[in-house]
């Protein structure tokens, strides 16, 4: 069965720094997408970004980036010059054929300022 | 265009009774998946319908059901309820629930159950 593991349950970051949230799963499809999605306290899940498991080019949104290592089965986010507002519980989630998200623990994010 | 509306947005019930939650799709959107969300198991697939065929069903006991209806709006239902129930029922829309999908959240229904 198919797993998403995140190893960080709090990470905190000082305002406009950088911070990396890890993630790894487990799967023996060859198709399939990954996704960060955002919830932030008492707001709806929204996405952040997303990685088809074909393409090599890591995906970029803004101030967000991922680091696929498909061998290694990991997908880490990057969020650059970190702001107040990116304080949030953040997950990665997975997807395959079988219409639905998988998804990890989660991983709350403090933004000092 | 408005996003995904969950009803109600409170619940708090008691052991044995039963719940209906309702979801309300963004317009066009055809598939809309259901999730548990609790402190301790996190986040939980329950099941996703397109065109009012359920396609995929998480683990949870036969006293979880849903459906959907011809507009795309789903209802779930919790029968004899148990304390273990009560968490955020998140609901989530997309186009046609293709891996590729993005799925758009509503707020969510928080059920208590005393």
């Known amino acids: 069965a198919q797993t998403v593991t995140q190893s960080q349950p709090e990470m905190s970051v000082q305002e406009a720094e950088t911070v990396t949230l890890s993630c790894t799963y487990d799967?023996?499809?060859?198709?399939?997408?990954l996704f960060w999605y955002k919830q932030p306290p008492s707001r709806q899940m929204i996405l952040v970004i997303r990685?088809?498991?074909?393409k090599q080019q890591n995906a970029t949104e803004n101030r967000f980036s991922v680091n696929f290592q498909k061998a290694a089965k990991s997908f880490s986010l990057k969020i650059s010059d970190s702001q107040l507002g990116d304080a949030a519980m953040y997950f990665c989630?997975?997807?395959?054929?079988?219409?639905?998200?998988?998804w990890g623990a989660g991983t709350k994010l403090i933004i000092k300022p | 265009k408005a996003g995904v509306t969950q009803t109600p947005r409170y619940l708090i019930k008691t052991r044995g009774q039963q719940v209906t939650l309702s979801c309300s799709p963004i317009s066009g959107h055809r598939s809309v998946s259901w999730y548990q969300q609790t402190p301790g198991q996190g986040l939980q697939f329950l099941f996703e319908y397109f065109s009012e065929t359920q396609r995929n069903k998480g683990n949870f006991p036969g006293r979880f059901s849903g459906r959907q209806f011809s507009n795309s709006r789903s209802e779930m239902n919790v029968s004899t309820l148990e304390l273990g129930d009560s968490a955020l029922y998140l609901c989530?829309?997309?186009?046609?629930?293709?891996?590729?999908?993005?799925?758009?959240f509503g707020p969510g229904t928080r059920l208590t159950v005393l």
């Open positions: 799967t023996s499809e060859s198709d399939y997408y």
């Open positions: 990685q088809e498991a074909y």
């Open positions: 989630a997975y997807s395959d054929s079988n219409y639905q998200l998988i």
């Open positions: 989530a829309s997309s186009l046609s629930g293709q891996l590729y999908n993005e799925q758009f």
